[in-house]
């Protein structure tokens, strides 16, 4: 139970951080959530990762961010891989980013 507790308290701070950063703070988040969605892709995707890391301390040395963003508005952003906002709590409760996303 107290894991649990855990797990939904690093949603909620999550949540409101992705809130803050994006000034979205009258719609829905769940865990299904896109960074896309948001706003976040492209430089300001890679900066919100940034603060995200140094926020909840999570290890950005080996995230690939060409993997998930494009600089280029042109670019097809479907070549991309989404990041979500379980993708996100996940990486939080391990300090890192895991190398699959599911």
Request: hydrophobic share 35%; glycine share 6%; charged share 25%.
């Given at each position: 139970?107290?894991?649990?507790?855990?797990?939904?308290?690093v949603?909620?701070?999550?949540?409101?951080?992705?809130?803050?950063?994006?000034?979205?703070?009258?719609?829905?988040?769940?865990?299904?959530?896109q960074?896309?969605?948001?706003?976040?892709?492209?430089?300001?995707?890679?900066?919100?990762?940034?603060?995200?890391?140094?926020?909840?301390?999570?290890?950005?040395?080996?995230?690939?961010?060409?993997?998930?963003?494009?600089?280029?508005?042109?670019?097809?952003?479907?070549?991309?891989?989404?990041?979500?906002?379980?993708?996100?709590?996940?990486?939080?409760?391990?300090?890192?980013?895991?190398?699959?996303?599911?």
């Amino acid at each position: 139970m107290a894991q649990n507790n855990n797990v939904n308290i690093v949603l909620s701070l999550l949540v409101n951080f992705v809130k803050n950063e994006t000034g979205k703070h009258h719609i829905a988040i769940s865990r299904n959530t896109q960074l896309k969605e948001l706003g976040l892709d492209g430089l300001k995707g890679i900066m919100f990762i940034k603060k995200y890391s140094a926020e909840f301390k999570v290890n950005i040395d080996d995230f690939n961010f060409e993997k998930h963003f494009t600089e280029k508005q042109h670019q097809n952003q479907e070549t991309t891989k989404p990041l979500t906002i379980g993708y996100l709590e996940r990486a939080i409760i391990h300090g890192r980013f895991e190398d699959d996303i599911k």
